[in-house]
């Protein structure tokens, strides 16, 4: 499997670690999202979405949407797996994977900061400002969400909620929003990246870090 990545893209870094804890080999494609290779034409030939990542499954199926992806490579390869079998446990880590997928991540992407640079007049610590807000909002929610007394956001083990809480956390401490209110949220990250699933995806371990 080839995977186009980018090395901070926090929707990269949820499924490189997806095929990390699979134990599911795969190589790396960078794509330069700051220098708009997300746009060439043969991108978008694979990704008309214009993002990452894209994952190639190395007979010309390609695959977009980082939790469309780790949906399927849970149905392919079931252990560990990272969507309990439970529906309702199911239900529940859904909703926090998506609190940070959907209410966070959209607001927060490099084309939202691109638009409201250019076209709304943001300056720069206007969007850290609005970086910080969103992220902070986000996390408040993802972190009433969780049961007592878990290693994990819901159990023993990492799944889906855990990966893509790790990942956006990367961008908070990269942004400087104040996670003094989220120490549970840190005990899991700190737990999560002495993992190596974890630790080979983070960003600064990538061949394409800067």
Same mark, same amino acid.
Not at 129 to 147: D, I, K, N, S, V
């Given at each position: 499997?080839?995977?186009?990545?980018?090395?901070?893209?926090?929707?990269?870094?949820?499924?490189?670690?997806?095929?990390? %804890?699979?134990? *599911?080999?795969?190589?790396?494609?960078?794509?330069?999202?700051?220098?708009?290779?997300?746009?060439?034409? =043969?991108?978008?030939?694979?990704?008309?979405?214009?993002?990452?990542?894209?994952?190639?499954?190395?007979?010309?199926?390609? %695959?977009?949407?980082? *939790?469309?992806?780790?949906?399927?490579?849970?149905?392919?390869?079931?252990?560990?797996?990272?969507?309990?079998? =439970?529906? %309702?446990?199911?239900?529940?880590?859904?909703?926090?994977?998506?609190?940070?997928?959907?209410?966070?991540?959209?607001?927060?992407?490099?084309?939202?900061?691109?638009?409201?640079?250019?076209?709304?007049?943001?300056?720069?610590?206007?969007?850290?400002?609005?970086?910080?807000?969103?992220?902070?909002?986000? $996390?408040?929610?993802?972190?009433? *969400?969780?049961?007592?007394?878990?290693?994990?956001? $819901?159990?023993?083990?990492?799944? *889906?909620?855990?990966?893509?809480?790790?990942?956006?956390?990367?961008?908070?401490?990269?942004?400087?929003?104040?996670?003094?209110? $989220?120490?549970?949220?840190?005990?899991?990250?700190?737990?999560? %990246?002495?993992?190596?699933?974890?630790?080979?995806?983070?960003?600064?371990?990538?061949?394409?870090?800067?």
């Amino acid at each position: 499997m080839k995977l186009y990545s980018y090395w901070r893209s926090t929707t990269s870094y949820r499924v490189r670690v997806a095929l990390n %804890l699979k134990g *599911l080999s795969y190589e790396t494609i960078p794509v330069n999202l700051v220098a708009g290779e997300q746009s060439a034409p =043969d991108y978008t030939a694979l990704n008309p979405g214009r993002g990452v990542p894209t994952l190639d499954l190395g007979d010309g199926t390609l %695959l977009t949407q980082s *939790l469309a992806i780790i949906e399927y490579l849970d149905a392919i390869a079931p252990e560990p797996r990272l969507l309990p079998a =439970d529906p %309702l446990q199911r239900a529940r880590v859904q909703a926090a994977a998506q609190t940070i997928a959907m209410d966070i991540h959209p607001v927060n992407n490099l084309k939202v900061m691109a638009y409201l640079k250019a076209h709304m007049g943001l300056t720069t610590e206007g969007q850290l400002a609005w970086f910080r807000h969103w992220m902070t909002e986000g $996390f408040a929610a993802y972190q009433a *969400l969780l049961p007592e007394g878990t290693t994990f956001s $819901f159990g023993d083990t990492p799944d *889906l909620a855990d990966i893509c809480l790790v990942a956006q956390l990367y961008n908070a401490h990269r942004w400087g929003v104040d996670l003094s209110p $989220f120490s549970r949220l840190l005990e899991i990250e700190e737990r999560a %990246l002495s993992l190596t699933a974890f630790n080979d995806a983070r960003p600064e371990n990538q061949p394409d870090a800067a």
